[in-house]
Nanobody, 123 residues
Framework: QVLLVESGGGLVQAGASLRLSCQAS????????MGWFRQGPGKEREFVAA????????YYADSVKGRFTISRDNAKNTVYLQMNSLKPEDTAVYYC????????????????WGQGTQVTVSS
């Protein structure tokens, strides 16, 4: 069982930056690949970024590539999503997820989820 708690969301203006954090429970954090997803109003949950258990591999959606950076600190059981140059279309609830399989982009494939944190970007 992995418990995930996100934090760091908020209301910002377009062009600003935010860093989301996701704290995981358990002693086997490095065994899990971690992903960030988001769900905007009336939209399906979509992949944002993922990182392998070691942190050596990362993956991004085209819509955030070059603006967002995923990273992890296995000593702190935490994964981060640094979001720069935010746009109004980035407005969504952001979720972190965990799975033992690396490189997953489909939300249905992840086993564990946090409760989400709201990010709102005003124009």
């Amino acid at each position: 069982q992995v418990l995930l708690v996100e934090s760091g969301g908020g209301l910002v203006q377009a062009g600003a930056s935010l860093r989301l954090s996701c704290q995981a429970s358990g002693r086997t954090f490095s065994s899990y690949a971690m992903g960030w997803f988001r769900q905007g109003p009336g939209k399906e949950r979509e992949f944002v970024a993922a990182v392998s258990g070691s942190g050596g591999s990362s993956y991004y959606a085209d819509s955030v590539k070059g603006r967002f950076t995923i990273s992890r600190d296995n000593a702190k059981n935490t994964v981060y999503l640094q979001m720069n140059s935010l746009k109004p279309e980035d407005t969504a609830v952001y979720y972190c997820a965990a799975d033992r399989v690396d490189g997953l982009r489909a939300y249905r494939e992840y086993d564990y989820w946090g409760q989400g944190t709201q990010v709102t970007v005003s124009s």
